[in-house]
């Protein structure tokens, strides 16, 4: 795994601004998984994995952010996980993940509502293979 991220890392801005940023404020860390792809939204991070198909979701404590790991793994729901993972996204209550090699390379895209107990796949979204276009991220 050399050269490859293996946690994600939190920076909270400093009241004097970026200038003067010191270490992180928290290491978000996945045991034996390579992290890609990182989205924010407030207190919800998701976390792309997509050589291992995965996704984790992570929430902000209320006392704010610590070293932790994740609240919910997402694994791949395809049985040939298709680089689920490499794009991540997250909007308020909704999570997107990116599979963007499934359908014959057209790729496909898995909305959750955000819970940090259980993830439930809500809707596949899949672009017409008749157009040419792959999907390969999420925003």
Avoid at 4 to 26: C, H, I, Q, R
Avoid at 77 to 87: N, S
Wanted: charge should be negative; proline fraction near 8%; hydrophobic fraction near 40%.
């Amino acid at each position: 795994r050399f050269g490859l991220p293996t946690s994600a890392y939190v920076f909270e801005k400093p009241l004097d601004g970026w200038s003067n940023v010191g270490p992180e404020t928290a290491r978000l860390t996945v045991t034996g998984a390579t992290q890609y792809s990182v989205a924010i939204d407030d207190s919800t991070i998701v976390v792309g994995n997509p050589l291992q198909g995965q996704a984790f979701l992570f929430e902000r404590p209320a006392s704010g952010w610590v070293d932790q790991g994740p609240n919910v793994e997402l694994l791949s729901p395809e049985p040939d996980f298709f680089y689920y993972g490499f794009a991540v996204a997250v909007d308020g209550d909704l999570v997107a993940v990116s599979s963007p090699i499934a359908d014959v390379e057209a790729g496909a895209a898995y909305l959750y509502p955000v819970s940090y107990t259980h993830l439930t796949l809500h809707q596949r979204a899949a672009p017409d293979r008749r157009v040419g276009a792959a999907l390969w991220c999420v925003c």
